[in-house]
């Protein structure tokens, strides 16, 4: 299984961006997906969540100004960010759990490689 994330890059205070990821290869059924980020300096951390039902979790410090959401069709993960400030800045990792086969015993954790925001002040 791999991840491609893509759509990072640097936006000026009060910006949008809107950030992409594709999940590939041996794929049965994904549950969770989810955008984690991690500051400079600073521990990874949980942004936005949503599961296969489309319900959707946010950190308190990005609700109303980002949006989560997913195409089941082509395992795909989005997150659109407006108004976006310069605590903003971090690198931003997709994390999606699956099944790899219909004989997969366990949901599986997988990780992708991680797009920069950079917010200017």
């Known amino acids: 299984v791999q991840l491609q994330a893509s759509g990072g890059g640097l936006v000026p205070s009060g910006g949008s961006l809107r950030l992409s990821c594709a999940a590939s290869g041996s794929i049965y059924v994904v549950n969770t997906m989810a955008w984690y980020r991690q500051p400079p300096g600073h521990e990874r951390e949980l942004v936005a969540l949503i599961t296969r039902g489309g319900s959707t979790n946010y950190a308190d410090s990005v609700k109303g100004r980002f949006t989560v959401s997913r195409d089941n069709a082509k395992n795909t993960l989005y997150l659109e960010m407006s108004s976006l400030k310069p605590e903003d800045t971090a690198v931003y990792y997709c994390?999606?759990?699956?099944?790899?086969?219909?004989?997969?015993?366990?949901?599986?954790?997988?990780w992708g490689q991680g797009t920069q925001v950079t917010v200017s002040s």
């Open positions: 994390n999606v759990v699956l099944r790899p086969t219909p004989f997969s015993a366990t949901w599986s954790s997988y």
